[in-house]
Nanobody, 122 residues
């Protein structure tokens, strides 16, 4: 079992930055692929970014490439998402997830956090 708790969300103006954190506890954190997803009001949850157990391999959805950076600190059991040049369309609840495969498919991620709200004003 892995427990995930996100933090760092908030209200920011367009063009601003936020860093989300996801603290993990339970089973061995560094054996899992970690990912960020987001869900905007009235929309389905979508993949944002993922990285492998070492952090050496990353994958981003096209809309955040060059603006968001996913990283992890296995010593601290923490996953991060640095978000720069934020846009109003980035407004969503952001979730961290843990799974065995670096994929965009929601159902293949086993563990989920409760989410943190990110709101970007224009």
């Amino acid at each position: 079992q892995v427990q995930l708790v996100e933090s760092g969300g908030g209200l920011v103006q367009a063009g601003g930055s936020l860093r989300l954190s996801c603290a993990a506890s339970g089973r061995i954190f560094n054996s899992y692929v970690m990912a960020w997803f987001r869900q905007a009001p009235g929309k389905e949850r979508e993949f944002v970014a993922a990285l492998n157990w070492s952090g050496g391999s990353t994958y981003y959805t096209d809309s955040v490439k060059g603006r968001f950076t996913i990283s992890r600190d296995n010593a601290k059991n923490t996953l991060y998402l640095q978000m720069n040049s934020l846009k109003p369309e980035d407004t969503a609840v952001y979730y961290c997830a843990a799974g065995r495969f670096m994929v965009v498919t929601i159902k293949l991620y086993t563990y989920w956090g409760q989410g943190t709200q990110v709101t970007v004003s224009s």
